[in-house]
C-alpha cells in the first residue's frame, strides 16, 4: 500500500531534550516535506527536500533540523525542543521532484513539549 | 514569495445547501491550485486542483473556480452532506525559486443534517 509514515503518533517530552520524528514513504517520491499545523495558522512550511542530500528551509525552520540519506526517509529532528514547539506535525511526499502534484501526508505527529 | 489568504475560517451550513470557500493569492507566477479536505484527527487528502490554464474544473459535488487575473480561486461543494463536515485548505504554489506549496489558513465546514 502506497502510503506516508510517521513516528511516533503521539509525543510528550520535556524542554530541552533532543527528539527525532521519523517519516518514511514507499512510493519513490523525491520531493519531502515536513509542516506544523497550529489552530488559526494553517499548515506551515518547516523545511523540504527536492531530493537526496538537498534539503532547503521553509518559513518556520527556526529550532529544527532534517536529513535526507535516503530517498524514502525525511526524519525531523529537534534538538533542544520548547513549549512554543508543541504542535501537529506533518509530512509530505510528492513525486517528480516538484510540488505540481498531489501531495500525500502522513498520519500527523502530535508533539506535546513541557 | 507566495502568499494565500483563505475565507471564511468557519462556515456553517444546512444539508443539502451549497458551499463556497474563497481563497487570494499573491504570486502570478503561481500555476498549480490544490484544495485538500482534514477530517477531524485525520491527515490532509487531496480532493481537487486546478492549474493555470484552466479556469473551472469539476468532480461530481465539488467545483473549482480559478480568476487569474484577480488571483483568486474558489471551492464549490453543491448538495453538501454531513460528511463534508472538515476542514478545508487551499494551496498555491509559489512561483519563486523555492517552489514551494503554501496553504491557506483553514476554512473549518459545518454541515448540519
Known amino acids: 500500500e502506497a502510503q506516508v509514515t510517521q513516528n511516533p503518533r503521539y509525543l510528550i517530552t520535556v524542554t530541552g531534550k533532543k527528539l527525532t520524528v521519523t517519516c518514511s514513504q514507499n512510493?519513490?517520491?523525491?520531493?519531502m516535506s515536513w509542516y506544523r499545523q497550529d489552530p488559526g495558522l494553517g499548515l506551515r512550511q518547516i523545511y523540504y527536500?527536492?531530493?537526496?542530500?538537498?534539503?532547503d528551509k521553509g518559513d518556520v525552520p527556526e529550532g529544527y533540523k532534517v536529513s535526507r540519506k535516503e530517498k524514502r526517509n525525511f526524519p525531523l529532528i529537534l534538538e533542544s525542543p520548547s513549549p512554543n514547539q508543541t504542535s501537529l506535525y506533518f509530512c509530505?511526499?510528492?513525486?517528480?521532484?516538484?510540488?505540481?502534484?498531489?501531495?500525500?501526508f502522513g498520519q500527523g505527529t502530535r508533539l506535546t513539549v513541557v | 514569495g507566495e502568499n494565500v489568504e483563505q475565507h471564511p475560517s468557519t462556515l456553517s451550513v444546512q444539508e443539502g445547501d451549497s458551499a463556497v470557500i474563497k481563497c487570494t493569492y499573491s504570486?502570478?507566477?503561481?500555476?498549480?491550485f490544490p484544495w485538500y479536505k482534514q477530517e477531524l484527527g485525520k491527515r490532509p487528502q487531496l480532493i481537487i486542483d486546478?492549474?493555470?490554464?484552466?479556469g473551472e474544473k469539476k468532480d461530481q459535488r465539488i467545483a473549482v473556480t480559478l480568476n487569474k487575473t484577480a488571483k483568486h480561486f474558489s471551492l464549490h461543494i453543491t448538495e453538501t452532506q454531513p460528511e463534508d463536515s472538515a476542514v478545508y485548505f487551499c494551496?498555491?504554489?509559489?512561483?519563486?525559486?523555492?517552489?514551494?506549496?503554501?496553504f491557506g489558513t483553514g476554512t473549518l465546514l459545518a454541515v448540519q443534517p
Open positions: 509530505a511526499s510528492s513525486p517528480r521532484g516538484d510540488p505540481n502534484t498531489e501531495a500525500f
Open positions: 512510493m519513490n517520491h523525491e520531493y
Open positions: 504570486d502570478s507566477a503561481s500555476n498549480y
Open positions: 494551496a498555491a504554489v509559489d512561483g519563486g525559486a523555492t517552489n514551494k506549496l503554501i
Open positions: 486546478i492549474r493555470s490554464n484552466v
Open positions: 527536500s527536492m531530493n537526496v542530500e538537498v534539503t
